[in-house]
């Protein structure tokens, strides 16, 4: 145990944590292969920043936007890494050796979740910044933003509610 808390390493990915894995992990070699493709053909200098208006604000040389590889490299393996330890998560209920399973298991996943809709702002991000570079697109679309917050928020509210859904069945178990 961990703390208070059980340790479970035997913990299956589900066909559905390992078709988002796949996914996650298969944006972030889009993104290197798509950049490595286009580096050439794009003008010397990118947008950078974005306004509040979708329209950037910033622009650098096109080599800064190998940064959102920079950051997805290490983010992608920290959460592949925090994934392999469910114990140490901050839960929204208590953990007990009769409903740790499946809280790790609902919380595991809402983490490769989070790691997909992040993989699929950096892709997007990436997209967009090209297109805007190649004069395609003025900005980014207004209503991108909300997709994002709203992608991520449903993954967090899902997970949390899951996780209660799981705690309060074991209490209907426990408590005949």
């Known amino acids: 145990m961990r703390g208070d808390r059980p340790v479970i390493r035997d913990l299956p990915l589900s066909k559905l944590d390992i078709s988002a894995l796949?996914?996650?992990?298969?944006?972030?070699?889009?993104?290197?292969?798509?950049?490595?493709?286009?580096?050439?053909?794009?003008?010397?200098?990118?947008?950078?920043?974005?306004?509040w208006n979708g329209l950037p604000d910033s622009w650098a040389g096109r080599s800064s936007l190998a940064v959102l590889l920079v950051i997805a490299l290490p983010v992608n393996l920290l959460l592949l890494g925090v994934q392999r330890i469910p114990e140490s998560y901050n839960f929204p209920v208590e953990v007990t050796p009769e409903n740790a399973r499946d809280l790790y298991t609902v919380t595991r996943r809402m983490v490769i979740l989070l790691q997909l809709a992040i993989n699929l702002v950096f892709a997007s991000i990436l997209l967009m910044t090209v297109l805007v570079a190649r004069g395609v697109l003025s900005g980014i679309p207004p209503w991108w933003l909300l997709l994002v917050l709203g992608m991520i928020l449903g993954v967090i509210v899902w997970g949390t509610l899951a996780a209660r859904r799981v705690h309060h069945a074991h209490r209907r178990v426990l408590r005949p």
């Open 22 to 51: 796949l996914a996650s992990l298969s944006l972030v070699l889009a993104m290197a292969v798509g950049l490595s493709m286009s580096f050439s053909k794009l003008p010397a200098r990118v947008p950078m920043h974005y306004g």
